[in-house]
């Protein structure tokens, strides 16, 4: 007779974490002990809400009265089963929620999914983008794929989350694997244990570094005393408020915006609540808890960032301040970053190839004016102004495309020489430089390959000037990428800026132009 199959959400608690210790004290739960048949003593932990009114019902109580008996509830369970000195916790509904935070270990699923899934049969990718907005996102396949097929940039890409069929299927149908593991498969409550067994060695394996040696490329840091020193730095950056080299607030993972109201730095009904969590918004968390002097690592790990359900106005999901933040230091040789509560070291083969790239990099030889303004716009006014019949003014002037771009701006000053340059301030935040980098390989499109984009482009241009966009022949353009900087020295970005911007390179150059970087000195 075949088991009855049964859907497993599985985390691994941390070593040295035992089953009081890995429990949530602020839910209130039902204990009740068994024992497998290979005598294992497990723990079950059940809750349960009353039943209550659905907040969206009061939309309907005047049209239609008889909606207000409705009621809804849920169940909570989880499952702790020790094998071989470390804890299993699995969870049964919304049983995460009776696990304390922070307990489990991070990437277990992720680890045993790659030591386990079929090369050739992944479904689904999570990615978490290095850039300066943090993307998260998820790319299903509507076939069995490869990794290679789901176009992950090996360089800024993240690897988060994977979905797809095991080459033994007796671990499962199929698994998906990030801090938890979730798979569907028959089974017994005296089988579990032995199964429980098989995926910890699959997330010991180190099969997947034959498979995926890019994965490695940038390293997860394992010794406490690297961290705790990262860690230490990073404290430093925000008891000074110096919120300009790559330090901000992001949500960690992927989450249903139209589930969320926004979100909140204490759980207090009457915290104030705002529409997201970046760097413009941690000011208002540092007066939220006193002020910059009131931080302390202890502090980050243990106070929370609450998203707000739409539906119920509770917490629809929370996370500590410490892996909302993310932080780039530069020590020595090295670079370091935090992201999702983790320190990284980059590769260093990597690293150097990318810093290698940048000083090779062509500075353009067009000499700019200083910047001396209140405003970009400004700046890129006076800069036209200053040298007539050399620069045509762009600035500002939106054209409107058909697809997914919408209104874009081609450039900011077009030079007489074909040279397309676009201006952005640097204050030490990589976002304002994502988006110039990002402008410019659109806008590169464009010009190459849609003829109404290049006639609308023509139409903004004074007489003398609209002779000189037509469809590029390569190396016709140069796009310069000029940069503001106060700094006295040698154009100088962040680690992944540089990533940014060697991607952003090799696609124009692709195009078929000409790239060079500018410093403007502020």
């Known amino acids: 007779m075949t088991d009855p199959t049964h859907p497993l959400t599985i985390y691994l608690v941390k070593p040295g ?24 003593k497990c723990s079950l932990y059940t809750d349960s809400i009353p039943p209550h009114e659905p907040k969206w019902v009061k939309l309907f109580t005047e049209a239609a009265p008889e909606v207000q008996t409705l009621r809804s509830s849920n169940a909570s369970a989880l499952l702790l089963v020790p094998r071989e000195g470390r804890l299993f916790a699995l969870t049964f509904g919304y049983g995460r929620s009776l696990l304390k ?68 299927i007796t671990l ?47 390293h997860e840091l394992k010794n406490p005393a690297t961290i705790a020193e990262l860690d230490a730095l990073m404290v430093e950056r925000i008891k000074a408020q110096d919120f300009t080299k790559g330090l901000w607030l992001s949500i960690p993972e992927i989450i249903d915006w139209a589930e969320v109201d926004g979100f909140k730095y204490r759980e207090a009904q009457s915290a104030d609540c705002h529409t997201d969590v970046h760097i413009n918004n941690i000011n208002t968390f540092l007066e939220d808890i006193g002020g910059a002097k009131a931080v302390s690592l202890e502090m980050l790990k243990r106070r929370q ?77 006076r800069a036209a102004n200053e040298a007539p019949g050399q620069f045509e003014l762009l600035d500002r002037k939106l054209i409107k495309c058909t697809g997914q771009y919408d209104k874009i701006e081609f450039c900011d000053l077009l030079g007489k020489d074909k040279k397309i340059i676009h201006v952005k ?5 990589s976002a304002p430089l994502s988006h110039m980098f990002a402008q410019a390989v659109v806008s590169g499109s464009l010009l190459r390959r849609d003829s109404d984009f290049r006639k609308q482009v023509v139409s903004l241009l004074s007489g003398g000037f609209q002779n000189l966009i037509h469809e590029p022949q390569t190396g016709e353009y140069e796009i310069v990428l000029a ?17 940014n911007l060697n991607n952003a390179w090799v696609r124009l150059q692709e195009l078929g132009y000409r790239v060079s970087l500018a410093k403007i000195q502020a």
């Open 425 to 429: 301030r640097y204050a030490g935040g």
């Open 305 to 381: 960032v609450y998203a707000v359900s739409q539906q119920t106005a509770e917490t629809y999901e929370n996370w500590t301040v410490y892996r909302c933040l993310y932080c780039e230091i530069e020590q020595g040789n090295e670079t370091y970053m935090l992201n999702n509560g983790k320190w990284y070291r980059v590769g260093t083969e990597f690293r150097q190839r990318i810093n290698d790239q940048f000083t090779k990099m062509p500075r353009c030889e067009l000499k700019l004016p200083n910047y001396k303004d209140k405003s970009e716009t400004e700046y890129n006014e």
């Open 172 to 218: 499962g149908k199929q698994l998906t694997g990030k801090d938890a593991l979730n798979v569907k498969l028959p089974i017994t409550l005296d089988k579990l244990p032995a199964l429980l067994d098989r995926y910890a060695a699959q997330s010991e394996s180190k099969a997947y570094k034959e498979v995926f040696p890019w994965l490695d490329q940038i």
């Open 101 to 168: 935070p922070g307990s489990w270990e991070e990437d277990f699923g992720l680890r045993v999914t790659l030591n386990s899934v079929d090369v050739k049969k992944i479904r689904s990718v999570d990615r978490a983008t290095l850039d300066s907005i943090g993307q998260h996102s998820r790319i299903q396949a509507s076939r069995e794929a490869t990794m290679g097929e789901f176009g992950l940039d090996l360089e800024q890409d993240l690897l988060q989350a994977v979905t797809g069929v095991p080459t033994d």
């Open 483 to 499: 940069i503001v900087s106060k700094s006295k020295h040698d154009l100088t970005i962040p680690f992944f800026s540089r990533v």
């Open 17 to 40: 974490t035992n089953k009081a210790e890995s429990l949530n004290e602020k839910r209130k739960s039902k204990r009740h002990d068994f024992t497998t048949s290979d005598g294992t």
